[in-house]
């Protein structure tokens, strides 16, 4: 009798353990990323740094869907970005820029971009960067208006 619970505990217990792997293996999250590199950078009005912007790297040959490396930058005007979490960097390549920066002036009215429109939009901002595929310190980008 023991014999046989023991075969069948076999047959029970060898469907599962064969899934076992296969469920680890879906496990790995299906996002395939790109690798990044370390991206440092300033953004200055030609005479001094900006604060609190939001910097964001659009890929000149990405896709639509395409991961778009961000970074704000601090009372220097310096930046890091990333891309996936934390400070990763951005993949190597050609970027057009764009640049926004939200304040709430009163009560009232909500936050609004204090700089010009041109600047949100990565086509018309005439802010360029290459990340090479390596740690990158960008030339500083400079907002002319």
């Not at 920066?101 to 700089?115: F, I």
């Amino acid at each position: 009798m023991t014999n046989q619970v023991g075969k069948m505990m076999k047959r029970l217990l060898l469907p599962v353990l064969a899934l076992v792997p296969v469920i680890f293996l879906g496990c790995g999250g299906g996002e395939q990323r790109t690798p990044t590199f370390e991206v440092r950078g300033k953004l200055t009005d030609g005479s001094k740094p900006i604060a609190n912007a939001q910097v964001v790297f659009h890929p000149v040959n990405g896709s639509a869907d395409a991961p778009k490396p961000r970074g704000k930058t601090d009372a220097n005007g310096e930046f890091k970005l990333t891309t996936y979490d934390g400070l990763d960097g951005a993949p190597a390549g050609e970027y057009r820029v764009s640049v926004e920066l939200w304040k709430t002036l009163s009560a009232d009215a909500g936050p609004a971009n204090q700089l010009p429109a041109k600047f949100a939009d990565p086509a018309k901002s005439g802010l360029t960067a290459t990340v090479a595929a390596g740690p990158t310190e960008l030339q500083p980008l400079v907002l002319k208006k």
